[in-house]
């Protein structure tokens, strides 16, 4: 009983927290919350497992990316853009408008990209743990971030600009 109890005090305090971070990288509030739901199943199919994960935050983060990759990469580019990338945005519940802008300009990079800027600069993870959780070399993760920086940069500035004139209206 002390399992469930401890596993429901971790979604209560870090459930909305995951969804967001989901959303950043996703772009699609359903599939962040289907990805962190079917993380705490998979920590409830194996709690003795789960208990000795030594930060159980990061290890429901990690499945959540993992189920997420894996449907970005089963449904495939052009489903996931017609399906995700193509919906109109639209106000999201307990997030604030300029997260939901974040997200809107994050869509438009590559999913590798848009990953490693929100572990970086949304979860606030150093380089070297976004290399582990990824599996890639410190090297790429850096890349991905300077070339998605570079990208996004635009990007929200046009949404600076467009808060800006909505202002002075």
Known sequence: MAEQDSLRD???GCYRRLVGQLYSICGSLG???????????????KPRRF?????PEAW???????VVRSR?????????????????????????????????????????QREAITLHHIVDLPVREIAVQLDVPEG???????????????LVREFADDIQEADHV
């Open 140 to 154: 790429t993760v850096k890349a991905r971030l300077t070339r998605g920086r570079a990208r996004l940069a635009p």
């Open 72 to 112: 970005f990469r089963r449904a495939g580019r052009h489903q996931w853009l017609v399906t995700n990338a193509m919906a109109p945005a639209g106000p999201v519940p307990g997030m604030s408008p300029d997260h939901v802008a974040l997200v809107e300009a994050l869509r438009q990079l590559p999913y590798e």
């Open 51 to 55: 208990a000795q994960v030594d930060n």
């Open 10 to 12: 971790l979604y209560d």
């Open 31 to 45: 599939e962040a919350e289907d990805a962190v739901q079917e993380a705490f199943v998979r920590a409830v199919e």
């Open 60 to 66: 429901l983060r990690t499945v959540a990316l993992n």
